[in-house]
């Protein structure tokens, strides 16, 4: 009798053990917004290594899951990057677009990307879009100046003198091994502004002193594209607008030689649907994206980024439609349509304003 009331005893001490312990995992797991938010955080940092590109760094250490919720504003700053990068792979899968999207990775290209081989950067030269900034950067970099600040204005563009080594200059091998093992980057800005600013700075401005844009390139558009032939000023932007969206403009592209790296598509400077780029920065945005890639890049500890005046990356509205103004609407669509692969690789939206 004796032994039945412990093995009694016994058995409630099972059953009151069981409860107890179900009653804790019930409690551990009741609250689904903690374990929600704890698996976004793991997802986070998980997408970079999932799909991480040849030579891409992991986000910032601030974004690794530390078991509190981090502030949105810290979550949604690598997310904007990643998301540049799906939007480039979704438009170079459309099938529509493809002969605005693609081109081969030619000589023009790899001349196009200048290299530092001691921390394995790739940059995509995109003129006028804060080019001459980030050259002095990889200048710095490769060590042919000890600072930004040291570095003279006339030796910037000056590839003999900058140290900065062109991607084509390497054997088929080594350019191949750069490409798939280097961090690779290059800037885009609204592909209009980007228009007005070469006009500006090569037909009107000329600081650097270019006299064959103004004596040899500007000629050669008036002569094919102004309609007054009377009209005796100088090349005017609706001439340029018109020889851009000429459907047959290669030709005089072939006599301009490399001089059109100033006006043509992001596409034909950077094969960004044949070329994996780490980051896409943006000119708007210049002022975020700048530290990011050089911490995205490993070097954010050894060269600042030159100091941006507030306002000027700004996209200007105003300004673009100042300088449409008067221009056909046909001449403005079929400007549209040639650039049309660059607004849509880098998100920016269509300038129905032009347009319609």
């Known amino acids: 009798m004796h032994h039945q009331w412990l093995l009694l005893a016994a058995c ?21 917004e903690a374990y929600s938010a704890r698996q976004e955080l793991l997802f986070l940092t998980a997408v970079p290594d999932a799909g991480k590109l040849p030579g891409e760094k992991h986000f910032p250490e601030e974004l690794k899951p530390t078991g509190a919720m981090l502030p949105d504003s810290q979550l949604a700053q690598p997310l904007v990057y990643l998301e540049r990068l799906e939007l480039i792979r979704n438009v170079c899968r459309d099938e529509a677009l493809r002969n605005l999207s693609h081109t081969a990775v030619s000589k023009f290209v790899l001349d196009r990307i200048f290299v530092c081989d001691k921390h394995k950067i790739l940059f995509c030269q995109t003129p006028k879009v804060g080019n001459t900034q980030w050259k002095k950067v990889l200048i710095v970099l ?103 969206g000429d459907p047959n403009h290669r030709w005089l592209d072939l006599q301009f030689g490399d001089h059109i790296i100033h006006w043509v598509t992001y596409v034909e400077l950077c094969a960004p649907c044949e070329i994996k780029y780490s980051v896409i920065g943006h000119h708007e945005t210049l002022e ?69």
């Open 142 to 244: 490769n060590g042919a100046f000890p600072s930004i600040e040291e570095i003279p204005e006339n030796v910037v563009h000056d590839h003999e003198k900058n140290g900065l080594p062109r991607l084509s200059s390497f054997s088929e091998a080594e350019i191949q091994k750069r490409l798939k093992t280097y961090f690779k980057f290059f800037i885009v800005r609204d592909p209009f502004e980007r228009l007005i600013s070469a006009f500006k700075d090569k037909f009107v401005h000329n600081p650097r002193f270019e006299p064959w844009y103004r004596h040899e390139i500007a000629p050669g558009i008036i002569r094919k594209y102004r309609r007054n032939r009377t009209e005796t000023r100088g090349i005017q932007f609706e001439d340029f607008v018109r020889y851009l």
């Open 12 to 32: 409630f001490w099972v059953i009151f053990m069981f409860m107890v312990a179900s009653k804790f995992i019930t409690l551990t797991f009741k609250d689904p």
């Open 288 to 356: 975020d994206d700048a530290p990011y890639i050089l911490k995205e890049a490993g070097i954010d500890h050894l060269v600042s980024y030159p100091t941006i005046p507030p306002g000027i990356t700004m996209y200007n509205k105003t300004k673009v439609q100042h300088y449409f103004l008067g221009i056909s609407k046909r001449d403005i669509r079929r400007l549209y349509a040639r650039f049309e692969g660059d607004f849509k690789l880098f998100g920016y939206q269509k300038p129905d304003f032009l347009l319609n």
